[in-house]
């Protein structure tokens, strides 16, 4: 007992003796604002033990548990899809008129001959003879189709002849075919613009370059229909803080006669803001082609602008040119960066070599007969002049486009009541007077928002009593139609 | 599975080190001598930035000759192929006026309807001169002709489907129906060895896109499950619906779909399936209707069928096969329908006597002839291919057969030397093909006869010894060896 109590007091003063060292000692002892300190360290210690012994202790993670096989099960048989189409309703069973005859200027609906406005046969050269013989020839040597892409023994010579003629007639150096008018322009862009890259656009283009631009996945900037004010506005902001200029491409596309307003690209201002702001210029000259400009070189002869100074023209052959396909026009650098980056040229087809051929005497006969392009230009003049008194119609296109676009002049407020309105004149035409003319119609996943109307394509081969013909008609239609209303 | 052997895959990697290194040099040499020298494009930013087209200057320009060689002649069993030469070391070619009549192993041809043909050609000339060769309007104004609308019933009829739709490019098929049907919030579960166009639908539709491995069911069963349990990416809401595309075959491997497998799980996980017979249509199956007439899938099963006219049909164009709803649905909505010039009269019937000549309704029995004949060559060749030692792939019964070249150096040589012995070859490297697997692709068509194909073989195998692409051992003749063991017992 006693040599217990008396182990247990050494040991009570051995640690007390420690305890005073520690808190004695002169190294633990600190002054800190004129007051003495002692035994500082043991407690820093003592915090430094607690501290390791908190860092060493595993956080709190709420425990990961991923779904059983059963569970997934559940959520699997739960999940009912979405129907594949939504559920058809009455306007989507509209079937088109079939024609029984070729679509010229006149055509053949259920045994009537109608007057065809809705072919884009600028300039009547469908049915020339020259292209029927030229077509004729290539299909005896060549067969039908080309049964390869442009890498793999899908080049003929047709195509290289069709590619030269073509940059011969406009003037650039070389020019590439596509084989379908709609893949030219949504396979360009992207060929060209890439990620990052600002590009502006006028907001009325068509689905074909909606699409490429999608697909290219640059910065898009939309500019009011043909306003060169507010391409400017845009243009200004867009340039003046950039600085990176030496990396970023810019690039305006605009369509030289719109599709779906019939308007025409004031190309000189265009240009001049373009090297102002130093921006490239992609023009799409589907509808231009053949039609403007004194000898059909387009939209570049129409405003005397030098083809060199527009960068890159794309143009669908399934207008004037009477085939199908379509070819873009440049310098060689931008022709040969296309044919090895450009999709719709590389994965896909070429085209037919007959194609290719009737595009080369197409372009034959415009350069050796310039005056069906004043033929037409004359027919556009009759037709505005015949149409100026319209009740219930006016006429919103440009007077020197080939499409005259007829636009309500009091909307019934919405797009399907003015949808539905136009369709009754257009059906009213085709049956009662045989007329043939088309209604604008929009695709949903199309962007553009400007309002419906009827075009009519006016050709070279429309004599004057069709057009004579077809004012008389639309003045009865419209008044019968609205009249109704 | 492509299963590299390891020297080879090592030579390779040397072979593009090599040539990139060279690259890079000769880019350094050409950055200095563009100082001296300054263009006119102050303020603008190149076309192409500086890597962007590395690839196409140092490495593909060196073998341009092999790519884009012209023709003379329709793309028959026979055809010219126009001579080029080049003054500037293969920067640009020029055409001559010299031909060379060689054999024609590249051409998508499979039924030989390429060049003139006795049924096809005065039918298509007679619409020539009625319709003419194109209509300049779309298909809702005023480009539909009688002859668009037998074209969609005789498509319909071959397919096996109740409706169906014809575009004038198939590309365009492909890149404007995907975003018709899908949108914001759907799946898009697509093979990792698609097609462009099929990519760049998906791309354009905005719906989501995961990939699974090619042709592996097992893959596709894992994938769709993981993503019906997690829902849209972020919010977790449930898809709004899922499609799984697949090729029928697939025209780099050569290989075909596993399709019964695929069906049966789309239809156990509800996702739609789209089926692209881009090459199999009229090249495979007894009649000649496609992949599920060869693996015996019923047609009802699969949503929607897509397919050109391109490869067995001798014309341009695709086709999407459906429902009646389905149809009458992208008639309305679809760009290509809406926005696009129609299909081309004549093509359109050239498209129509081949299926009447594949059908036999012409009379005659040459549609079951070409169809037994392109079968027979198929597998003949490619018997005759694995014999020799070469690496062959693809399925029996599918006329694509790719065979592997791997090092860069072996492409420009095995096409060189096939067509100075008059063998038009193709050849595939990057970027169509992944880096290392490049190949030589054949493709076999109804107009080569027997004797075609034993030249072709010994061309091949002579330049195969040339340039060293053996990679397996041949097959020793059987024939002795069975003769010893009948003497032995």
Known sequence: MDTMFSAFETMAKFVSDWGTLAFDTPYARAVVFGVPIRGH?????????????????????????????????????????????????????????????????????????????????????????????????????????????????????????????????????????????????????????????????????????????????????????????????????????????????????VEAVYQNSGQIAPLDEIIKLKEKYRFRVILDESNSFGVLGSSGRGLTEHFNVPIEKVDIVTAAMGHALATEGGFCTGSSRVIDHQRLSSSGYVFSASLPPYLASAAITAIDVLEGHPDLITKLKANIATLHKGLSDLQGLEIVSHPESPIVFLRLKRSTGSTKGDLQLLEDIADHLLKEHSIFVATSKRSTVDKCKLPAGIRLFISAAHTESDLGKACESLKRATALVLAGQ | MITIPYLTALTTYFSYGLLFAFGQLRDFFRKILDWWSKSNLQGYAPICLGLEDFYIRRLYLR?????????????????????????????????????????????????????????????????????????????????????????????????????????????????????????????????????????????????????????????????LREQIAEGQPRTHRPWKKIMVVVEGIYSMEGELCKLPEIVSICKKYKAYVYLDEAHSIGAVGKTGRGVCELLGVDTADVDIMMGTFTKSFGSCGGYIAGSKELIQYLKYTCPAHLYATSISPPAAQQIISSIKVILGEDGSSRGAQKLAKIRENSNFFRSELQKMGFEVLGDNDSPVMPIMLYNPAKIPAFSRECLRRNVAVVTVAFPATPLLLARARICISAAHTREDLVKALEVISSVGDLVGIKYFPAEPKKQQLEGERVKLE
């Open chain 1, 41 to 253: 360290l043991l407690v820093e210690g003592l915090l430094l033990v607690v501290i390791l012994f908190l860092l060493s202790q595993k956080s709190y993670k709420p425990p990961k548990r991923p779904l059983t096989k059963k569970e997934v099960d559940e959520l699997c048989d739960e999940w009912v899809p979405e129907p594949l189409i939504p559920s058809i309703t009455e306007d989507m069973k509209y079937e088109p008129p079939v024609l029984e005859s070729a679509a010229g200027p006149h055509a053949v609906i259920n045994g009537k001959e109608v007057v065809n406005f809705t072919s884009a046969n600028y300039l009547g050269l469908l049915g020339h003879d020259k292209l029927q013989d030229s077509c004729i020839k290539a299909l005896e040597k060549y067969g039908v189709g080309s049964c390869g892409p442009r890498g793999f023994y899908g080049t003929i010579d047709v195509h290289l002849d069709c590619e030269a003629r073509i940059a011969k007639f406009l003037g650039t150096s070389d020019s590439i075919l596509y084989s379908y008018g709609l893949s030219t322009m949504f396979s360009t862009i992207p060929a060209f613009c890439k990620k990052g890259d600002v590009i502006v656009v006028d907001e009325g283009v068509h689905w074909g370059i909606q699409n490429g631009l999608h697909l290219s996945r640059s910065t898009i900037i939309y500019f009011k229909h043909n306003d060169m004010k507010s391409l400017e506005s845009i243009l200004e902001n867009a340039t003046h803080d950039n600085k990176r200029a030496k990396k970023l491409r810019r690039y305006i596309i």
């Open chain 2, 63 to 223: 073998i341009q000759d092999c790519f884009n060689r012209p023709i003379s002649s329709s793309p028959d069993a026979w055809f010219d192929v126009v001579e080029r030469i080049s003054n500037d070391n293969n920067k640009t070619l020029k055409r001559t006026t010299r031909v060379t009549r060689c054999l024609n192993l590249g051409s998508y041809n499979y039924l030989g309807f390429a060049a003139a043909d006795e049924y096809c050609t005065p039918r298509v000339i007679e619409s020539l001169k009625q319709f003419y060769p194109s209509t300049c309007s779309t298909r809702v104004d005023g480009g539909t002709t009688t002859l668009h609308a037998e074209l969609e019933e005789c498509v319909a009829n071959f397919v096996g489907k109740p409706a169906a739709v014809v575009f004038g490019m198939g590309y365009v098929t492909n890149s404007a129906i995907l975003p018709v049907l899908m949108g914001k919030g759907s799946l898009i579960i697509s093979d990792s060895l698609n097609h462009n166009s099929i990519v760049n639908g998906a791309r354009g539709s905005g719906a989501t896109i995961r990939v699974f491995q090619h042709n592996t069911p097992s893959h596709l069963e894992k994938v």
